[in-house]
């Protein structure tokens, strides 16, 4: 068959891919590292605990509110971190649940423990002696005030009006304290008897004080019980056997994967090798920027996904292998074999997606960063294994080196007439 | 010629086919109605210990360090290695249990011993069911529709019945053989469904395809079509399932204990899903499609 294009080598075109493929590599190479480390990790890899309450008023016929539960988890959230540990993670959950996760404890009962005490919210005088209790105010009811000069201050309502006003009467000009727990927070002096159950207390606050005080009494008035509903708490040596055995056998599992497509697609298998590599590079480069945490099954969802990553290439090179063997040429099987394939690896997707979806939108914690995962592969796969790897090859066999069909798994006998 | 011995006339021989699957299902059926599912603390409340001991040991000095910590009724299992224990508490224990046990297999073991806990009460176990469950379900739905949309009903029925076959073979071995089912195992048949689906795609899409340009006007006609779709998809069907293959042997022989079921659960969903997409989705269109053609047969030419 005379050929009307020379085959001679396209000595530019050669040195590009040369030059493309070795960026590439170079970049992951350098790369990889830092973006790996810097990747947040769940506690299942890396020690900790995660504790799911469920949040009940203490008092009889009060009832959760979302704010006394964002300021219950606030609260907690400043327990741990005066407690020296890094990182706790501790958000409401739905109308009446708090999760808390914590990362590298080493006094985890304690921990749990000073979690679900909940908070006491007590005004004291000079004594130390009690006055007034959380009980007594009206939940929701402190608020940030400003005065004409523009100065906050705290607006409160007690619940019980004459208890208030023999208070303020007997403790005119002493201060009144406020504590949470055993710590005070400030000591405002009464400066007039309130008959009305409403005041104002003022004083040299700054308006973060401020919004802190407000924050606390409304904690204090609507003290919340929890119970634990469900915990989960790995030691930090069994998390990281965890993540060692399991990335290894991710690695030994993905070399092969790259070995047999190498084997059985020759050259195009070459190239699949660089797309899966750089998919590998680029998934975990989405997490990072993602701020997604990895946990066990989500490393399974990474190392599964390079297995059906691959299928796209697959696709594509079974259909070009398809078009080679009746008889087209090479370059004119690329075009078809890539157009023919992208509609059918579109679709595979799509269903993938839909499953991912799912388990975004309906499952829990844990079992969502499953879904982003999976959603994250498929972009990913879509972008490497689809675009950047067809680009490759199709650059390469404009270079015009190694053009026999046999590079690309297609034998010579098998090819019919056209 | 059909000589090569991968292309098995699929079309004709499919009853061996249903009735193989047919007695998979049939022998689960039984065994989920007499035993059903072996639950972990994820659906059915309780404590799950994992403790790593640093050391080889033995299934009798697990059971004497937990008795002398007080739980003596309680049937541990040793993993793989014989150097990590597994203990399933039907109650909730608190923190300060815990602890205690902890501390119990320190005593025996050293201090190189480290735990994974898994607490779970039974009401938000209920709950995680039943969200999966939900789950499964809304998934499937959504594949139904986009493959309606994208293909004929015909395939859409075809490829959701495989696709039940794929999830049952997984859930029925998993009571059969009483292995745990957590919250990972739903993750996996709900990645099984994904995957199974994908792979019938692929055949159907080379069906439409060839039927596009090819002159249908006998059942005969339409059998051959489709064993030559499929013989024509086999070697991407085969090598996608056995790249992904790879990889999940190698997590279920290699990675961390802690994940075995779940890779075991997609191992098996993995090929339960190549042969059903093969073996039993097509066959089923078949069945469907042959009356329509069958109608047109009588039409004079």
């Known amino acids: 068959m005379v050929s009307k294009v020379t085959n001679k080598v396209n000595r530019p075109r050669l040195v590009l891919w040369i030059a493309i493929v070795v960026i590439t590599l170079g970049v992951i190479g350098a790369t990889s590292l830092p973006i790996a480390q810097k990747v947040k990790l769940g506690l299942d ?85 009690k006055e007034l209790l959380g009980s007594d105010f009206v939940p929701g009811g402190a608020t940030i005030e400003f005065d004409q000069t523009g100065r906050p201050y705290i607006g409160i309502t007690i619940k019980n009006k004459e208890k208030f006003k023999e208070v303020t009467t007997r403790l005119l000009n002493q201060p009144l304290a406020i504590y949470l727990d055993e710590e005070m927070l400030s000591a405002p002096i009464i400066q007039a008897v309130i008959p009305d159950g409403k005041a104002s207390i003022e004083g040299d606050y700054q308006l ?40 290894w056998a991710g690695i030994i599992g993905s070399v092969i994967v790259l070995v047999f497509m190498i084997w059985y697609y020759r050259l195009p298998g070459v190239i699949a090798a660089i797309s899966l590599i750089t998919y590998t590079w680029l998934l975990m480069l989405a997490f990072q920027l993602m701020g997604v945490t990895l946990t066990l099954p989500g490393i399974a969802a990474f190392v599964l996904g390079i297995g059906m990553a691959v299928d796209a290439n697959i696709i594509t090179y079974e259909r070009i292998k398809d078009e080679l063997r009746s008889g087209k040429t090479l370059l004119s099987a690329l075009r078809a074999g890539s157009k023919n394939s992208f509609a059918t690896i579109m679709d595979a997707n799509i269903t993938t997606i839909i499953a991912a979806a799912v388990i975004l939108f309906i499952g829990s914690s844990s079992v969502r960063g499953f879904g982003v995962i999976l959603i994250a592969s498929i972009v990913c796969s879509i972008l490497t294994n ?27 006998e098998e090819i019919r007439a056209l | 010629m059909r000589s090569n011995r991968w292309q098995v006339d699929f079309m004709r021989q499919r009853n061996k086919f249903f009735i193989g699957s047919g007695l998979i299902t049939f022998v689960g059926v039984v065994m989920l109605a007499l035993f059903g599912l072996h639950f972990g603390v994820d659906f059915r409340a309780g404590t799950n210990l994992d403790i790593e001991l640093g050391k080889k040991t033995t299934i009798s000095e697990v059971r004497t360090v937990l008795e002398q910590a007080g739980y003596g009724k309680l049937e541990p299992r040793l993993g793989n290695n014989s150097d990590r224990v597994t203990v399933r508490f039907t109650e909730t224990l608190t923190v300060q249990q815990v602890q205690k046990i902890e501390q119990a297999f320190v005593a025996k073991y050293g201090k190189q011993v480290s735990k994974e806990e898994n607490t779970v009460d039974p009401q938000l176990a209920l709950e995680q069911l039943q969200k999966a469950i939900i789950a499964v379900a809304v998934a499937c739905v959504g594949i139904i529709v986009y493959v309606s949309i994208r293909f004929e009903w015909r395939f859409a029925l075809a490829g959701i019945v495989a696709l039940f ?67 024509q998809t086999l070697g991407r069907s085969i090598n996608t399932v056995l790249t992904v293959l790879v990889v999940a042997v190698a997590l279920f022989l290699l990675g961390s204990e802690s994940i075995r079921l779940f890779s075991l659960a997609m191992l098996i969903g993995l090929v339960a899903g190549a042969y059903s997409s093969i073996a039993i989705a097509s066959s089923l269109w078949y069945v469907m499609k042959k009356p329509s053609i069958q109608a047109n047969k009588d039409v004079p030419a």
């Open chain 1, 208 to 247: 973060d004080e401020v919004k802190n005080l407000v924050n606390t009494i409304n904690l204090g008035a609507l003290p919340l019980k929890l119970t634990e509903k469900y915990s989960q708490s790995v030691g930090a040596t069994l998390g990281q056997k965890s993540l060692e055995t399991t990335l």
């Open chain 2, 165 to 231: 076959h794929d999830a049952f073979i997984v859930i029925s071995l998993f009571s059969i053989f009483r292995l745990e089912v957590n919250l990972p195992f739903i993750i996996a048949v709900l990645t099984i469904i994904g995957y199974s689906i994908n792979d019938t795609i692929v055949i159907f899409d080379r069906i439409r395809e060839n039927m596009r340009f090819a002159k249908i006007k006998s059942p005969d006609d339409l059998a051959d079509l489709i064993n030559k779709s499929i013989w």
């Open chain 1, 386 to 412: 689809v675009f950047y790897s067809r680009w490759l090859l199709s650059m390469f066999v404009r270079t015009n080196v190694l053009l026999q069909p046999k590079y690309f798994g297609v034998k010579g």
């Open chain 1, 45 to 129: 890899l890396k020690g900790g605990f995660e504790v799911l309450y469920v949040a009940e008023p203490l008092e009889p016929g009060q009832q959760v509110t979302p704010e006394a539960l964002l300021e219950t988890a606030r609260n907690l959230q400043q327990r741990i971190d005066k407690q020296g540990t890094s990182e706790p993670e501790i958000t409401p959950e739905g109308d009446n649940r708090i999760r808390a996760k914590i990362a590298g404890v080493q006094n985890e009962s304690e921990l749990r423990e000073l979690l679900k005490k909940p908070s006491e919210l007590s005004f004291r005088n000079s004594e130390g002696k």
